[in-house]
């Protein structure tokens, strides 16, 4: 089984700054396929990126995702008052894991 | 507008088994396959399998074989989940999301999701 780590556990940053988010894979993912989800609290997940780096429908530029291998990125370019959030990458190239999640908090 | 829309919460016993439906509306039912997720108090998300809505060919998560089964009616664009022998640490909210009809990809539409709580 593929296992995903996320780092940081929790990052605080004041709105307009710029999120930085990892996502290490204890062996290759095939075909780069990594997705990323938001979830705020009593939701449900919101697909962000697939594929490492295609953004969703509806998602703004402002999230982009990059990578391959087993290293990958999430980045938040200025965050909006609104992507304060959990934030968990998922690998579906050989079954399917998720990573533990990255909190942003505001700080 | 594409959704889906998954059944009420739940209290089990021990032991006991639970089925959560997840109604899909928006969109041709049977062109996508439907995975289900849980997710523990105050935990992260586990995958739990996948069900082609097309054949109804399915992958379920290694930990959870034998305990789940994953089905389809495509007559009412429902999908089931059905998890036998329930115990306490199954108690998480339930979550059915689209996904491709070729394998378990990446989840593009969720539900709300269902709280399943077991104890006696």
């Known amino acids: 089984e593929i296992v995903l780590t996320q780092s940081p556990g929790t990052l605080s940053l004041s709105p307009g700054e710029r999120a930085t988010l990892s996502c290490r894979a204890s062996?290759?993912?095939?075909?780069?396929?990594l997705a990323w989800y938001q979830q705020k609290p009593g939701q449900a997940p919101r697909l962000l990126i697939y594929?490492?780096?295609s953004r969703a429908t509806g998602i703004p530029d402002r999230f982009s995702g990059s990578g391959s291998g087993t290293d990958f990125t999430l980045t938040i370019s200025r965050l909006e008052p609104e992507d304060f959030a959990v934030y968990y990458c998922?690998?579906?190239?050989?079954?399917?894991?998720f990573g533990q999640g990255t909190k942003v908090e505001i700080k | 507008q594409v959704q889906l829309v998954q059944s009420g919460a739940e209290v089990k016993k021990p032991g006991a088994s639970v089925k959560v439906s997840c109604k899909a509306s928006?969109?041709?039912?049977?062109?996508?396959?439907i995975s289900w997720v849980r997710q523990a108090p105050g935990q992260g998300l586990e995958w739990m399998g996948w069900?082609?809505?097309?054949?109804?060919?399915?992958n379920y998560a290694q930990k959870l074989q034998g305990r789940v089964t994953m089905t389809t009616d495509t007559s009412t664009s429902t999908a089931y989940m059905e998890l036998r022998s329930l115990r306490s640490d199954d108690t998480a909210v339930y979550y059915c999301?689209?996904?491709?009809?070729?394998?378990?990809?990446?989840?593009?539409?969720w539900g709300k999701g269902t709280t399943v709580t077991v104890s006696s």
């Open positions: 999301a689209r996904n491709s009809n070729y394998g378990p990809y990446y989840m593009d539409v």
């Open positions: 928006g969109y041709t039912f049977t062109s996508y396959g």
């Open positions: 069900i082609s809505a097309y054949n109804g060919n399915t």
């Open positions: 062996q290759s993912v095939s075909s780069s396929y």
């Open positions: 594929g490492a780096s």
């Open positions: 998922q690998q579906y190239g050989s079954s399917q894991t």
